[in-house]
């Protein structure tokens, strides 16, 4: 038997469902936002990923799926979505009216080669959105609620664990502080975090490794190194969460695993502590891709990590009982002559915006009445020959169980106002 690679999921029955449930929630929040969807390829050029998730990243480290393709280029499978899109966003240069947001959501599938766990998996699926064009804080507050507004109305709740990563020049100040903090206790942090000193000292405030050592907690706080600027913006921010009422918490561990951001960076984090989305702004992002400067924020879901939380809430059943493969008419056959009209019938009605079934697989008459049951068929069309041969046809309300002969031409009008 071939089994699927490891890592990997199907997704079926239940958890479909759910999965369905929460892509058009998601999806309905980013038009309710004036967001738009967005479609880049799973794989994209290696380097795409190496400059902008960042080379010393563990992502592009340990976790990327590279190959060559038969013509030895060099192509990555998307770890994360928001580069692709920042690469469309250039080479269509989408950027034209500068005067003007471009609001782009994308739900996609990404791929990183990590040690497959309950919520992490190889191959999963990110809903993101991505703000361009616009540096005002009211972005970053707009982008921050709409993840959070999607979460509640999912019925989960989550903290928005916030921090400033502040402007450059912050972070340079900042960077020198927490090397100089570092350095002389380096043979206590584990190996990953000496090579971070060396490469990407802050990532060593989000190692999963080290995250309880004293260490780190005691570490100097990005928050007290911002400049008057980045820590105006920050307050305004965090002043503008609080007039939309979401719950928020500055941390200042909060660094995120990829380097392109600064200033805002955030996590949505649920009641077990576990991470269901992050994201941030990443201003200088579009430029260093080879683009013009144009500011950015955005986040992206792990939509199995929500879908997780779902299943141990107790609106699991509820919301797959909602999204169950139900119809409104079953019609019923036997005989060829009757099959060859209920397939018609049922056309008519599906033209007709009237979800139905028949019988496809030559069931006798009473699997047919279970089956329709199965699907809360809420009325049954049952055709027999001596009545088609009238022009009439057979209809039974699944309900009340009261039965009426109708013309078979008028079938979907009837089926309509009854409905
Ligand atoms: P990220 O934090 O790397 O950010 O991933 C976003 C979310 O994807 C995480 O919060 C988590 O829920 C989910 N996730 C990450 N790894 C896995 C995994 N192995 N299995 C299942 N779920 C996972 C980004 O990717 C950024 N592109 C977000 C962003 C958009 N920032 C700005 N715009």
Redesign the pocket.
Known sequence: MITRPK?TYDIYGKDALIFEYVNTVCENFAHLYNYNLMRTPVFESSELFHRSVGETSD?VTKETYDFKDRSDRNLTLR?????GVVRSVIENKLYGNKNDAIKLFYNET?Y?Y?R?QA????E???F???CFNSFETVSDTEVISIGYQILKSLGIDVTVHINSLGDIESRKNYTKTLVDYFTPRIGELCEDCQNRLKTNPLRILDCKYDKDNEILKNAPKMTDYLNDASKERFNDILKQLDILDIDYEVDPNIV???D??DHTVF??IDEKG???????R?NGLVESLGGPSVP???????????VIDLKESNTFDDIADDYEGNVEVYVMSVSEEEKLHALEIAQNLRLNGVSCEFNNCNLSLKSQFKIADKLKAKQLIILNNEDLQKGLVNVKDNATKEEKKIDESEIVEYIIGVL
């Open positions: 890592g992502i770890p994360e979505g928001t580069a990404v990183r990590e497959p919520g992490r998996n190889r999963f699926t990110q993101g959105i991505e995120r695993g990829l392109y951001y996590e949505y576990i991470t269901v989305g992050g994201g941030g990443y950015a924020v955005g986040f992206g879901f792990g939509l199995e990590r929500i």
